[in-house]
């Protein structure tokens, strides 16, 4: 009789493995509130200067927002999931040269005035990992 798998529990990583397992993902979701509702995007991002830049088909507000943007990876045969969530103050890149540069270096996700390229300064990072090991 074979034993039982042990059980998944999730185990959190330091603020440095978080932003390696970001740094490898390429695609994620962009999370903030407007008009009162919370929008959930889908979204490209590169990781640059301690910035997370995002392309994502929003229609680009003016000013400064408050945003959070989750990446995660849920490869079950592999038992590598993670989660990772950065949450900060953002604003939209709005030099032509700039948001020129992220659009050719971030494939979108669609073209137009639904297309926003989105610049936030962490102030939280967090990750996670499921792991499967005896319970703590």
Known sequence: MSAA???LRMVEVSGAEALWLLEGAASGRLIFVQR????????RHVWE???L????PVQAAAGRLSATYHVDEVRAATGTDWTVTVAG?????????EA???RRTLA????????AIIR???QTVSGFRLDQGAES
Request: aromatic content about 8%; cysteine-free.
């Open 89 to 97: 103050p953002a604003e939209v890149i709005t030099d032509p040269n």
């Open 53 to 56: 830049v995002v392309r994502t």
């Open 108 to 115: 979108g996700w669609s073209h137009g005035p639904h297309d």
């Open 5 to 7: 798998p042990a059980p």
């Open 36 to 43: 009162d509702l919370t929008v959930i995007r889908p979204a």
């Open 100 to 102: 020129a540069h992220y």
């Open 120 to 122: 936030i300064r962490p």
């Open 49 to 51: 200067f301690g910035r």
